[in-house]
């Protein structure tokens, strides 16, 4: 029996402390709430569970004993100089008395109630959340099992050694234009002596996220860092005998690498769910209804694993972001034996943000091409502003925002952001106006706080000015 120490929290390879061995002779190891998974998801519910019913058992099951804040991952390679820098810590945990149990589930019986684990052990429950988060899409390309070839897992220990491999490579494929190719792009183009390319299938990067305008900001951004971008570009084949070589697209043209990098997204983790027979939505994740329920009122699914329904159209969506995850987490937490929270908000707004050499990019919402896809009727007001006042304080940028209004009822429904660091709370304001069903009319007449050094001019606030774009275009 061997053991590890996230701080002060001691955590046995196939047992929490104070677990029983279960029989050949002996109990399973009783918690009254059961959560798999130690993600942020799992994290944030079980200590919001241990805030609303302080008097439970709580115990998480996580199946890596290194897990790595998601986020983080592409900064491994260059912005953290230490790597561990990234460890997803159990303070939190240690803090709030909620026991540990490195260990991989494998099959639920709901009947009992109980949980059967790789090592053996069965765990019992009253309250089961699934917190099972995603799995790397691998693509159905000739060659992406060759050595080289890394798609990106959430464990510590994993990530470490890729990122020694890759620092070694001459020329790195990147596969997938949205956040995460993007991010690890800039990233690994920092890095002395490593040619990168990226290649999407799409026209532009970011695609699904953004509009054309604000595509290329961050397109013009990473050629500027050496990045070589091919888009339109899809893989057919990755070359090599045992370790990759190169890469072979569509068009016949070959491309000579000796690292991929698989950044093109992922999928539900929902195998186990269905192996217990709860039932999946339309969008492949477990289905929950608006407290994180599944079919079953005792087992509750969130994060990357639970189904989402787009805040608009009630669709279910593919949106998988750890803001989302630890929101539902905090809903499916209070909510596990009453309902204590009412959740306002339905729906998953979809809300991103990335930083890329400076730029910071921002999306809530709909974007202009979306919204027409859909078939709203819509008016998008645009504006430039320099964020702060004057301009020609040190460190000022010019923040570009685009705001999505329906056309009859002036309800914002999406909005984008392009600027320096305060981009990032911009679109934080805007977030709260979708969620919240803001009028044109009110974002005109916004009451905000401003500062010379902190924020633009209360003359020139890009949210309200291009609030009142959109509104001369009514």
């Excluded at 969008?283 to 994060?303: H, L, N, Q, S």
């Excluded at 787009?310 to 937490?333: C, H, K, N, Q």
């Excluded at 910071?360 to 078939?375: D, Q, Y």
């Excluded at 430039?384 to 570009?400: F, L, Y």
């Amino acid at each position: 029996m061997w053991f590890t120490v996230f701080g002060n929290v001691r955590i046995h390879g196939c047992k929490a402390v104070g677990l029983h061995k279960r029989k050949r002779g002996y109990m399973a190891k009783k918690a009254d709430v059961l959560i798999i998974g130690g993600g942020p998801a799992g994290l944030v519910c079980a200590i919001t569970a241990k805030r609303y019913y302080p008097d439970k058992n709580i115990l998480v099951m996580k199946n890596v004993v290194n897990g790595c804040i998601p986020c983080g991952i592409p900064y491994m390679f260059w912005s953290l100089k230490n790597p561990d820098d990234n460890k997803l810590g159990l303070d939190g945990l240690r803090k709030n008395g909620i026991e540990v149990a490195v260990d991989e589930a494998i099959k639920i019986d709901r009947d009992a109630k109980k949980v059967i684990a790789k090592s053996g052990e069965e765990y019992s429950y009253e309250k089961l959340v699934l917190a099972l988060g995603s799995v790397p899409i691998k693509p159905s390309i000739t060659g992406v099992d060759k050595e080289g070839v890394y798609p990106i897992h959430k464990d510590m220990d994993y990530l470490k050694r890729i990122i020694s491999e890759l620092k070694k490579a001459g020329n790195i494929l990147v596969l997938g234009g949205g956040f995460i190719g993007v991010e690890f792009a800039d990233e690994i183009s920092k890095i002395e002596g490593i040619n990168v390319y990226l290649a999407e299938v799409l026209p532009h990067l970011l695609a699904n996220s953004f509009d054309n305008e604000f595509s290329s900001l961050v397109e013009e951004k990473l050629k500027s860092r050496g990045v070589t971008l091919l888009t339109n570009a899809r893989v057919i084949e990755l070359l090599g005998k045992q370790k990759i070589e190169g890469a072979r697209f569509e068009n016949g043209k070959n491309l000579k690498v000796d690292g991929v990098i698989l950044g093109i997204g992922a999928h539900p983790n929902t195998s186990l769910a269905t192996g217990a027979g709860l039932d999946l939505g339309r969008g492949r994740g477990i289905w929950v209804d608006e407290y994180m329920r599944t079919a079953d009122p005792d087992v509750f699914a969130v994060g990357d694993a639970a189904g989402k329904r787009d805040f608009y159209t009630r669709r279910d969506t593919p949106v998988m972001l750890a803001s989302t995850a630890t929101a539902e987490a905090r809903i499916a937490g209070a909510n596990l034996y009453k309902l204590k929270v009412v959740r306002e908000n339905k729906g998953t707004i979809a809300i991103y943000s990335t930083y890329v050499d400076g730029l910071v990019l921002g999306s809530a919402g709909l974007t202009e091409t979306n919204a027409r896809k859909e078939g709203f009727e819509i008016v998008a007001g645009n504006t430039e502003a320099v964020d702060k006042h004057p301009g020609s304080i040190p460190g000022a940028n010019k923040t570009k925002v685009k705001l999505i209004f329906s056309k009859q009822s002036g309800i914002i429904m999406g909005g984008q952001v392009a600027g320096g660091i305060s981009a990032g709370e911009v679109i934080n304001i805007i977030g709260m106006a979708i969620q919240q069903r803001v009028s044109m009319t009110e974002l005109e007449t916004l009451q905000m706080a401003t500062h010379p050094h902190l924020t633009s001019a209360p003359t020139m606030y890009p949210v309200v000015l291009a609030a009142q774009n959109a509104s001369d275009k009514m």
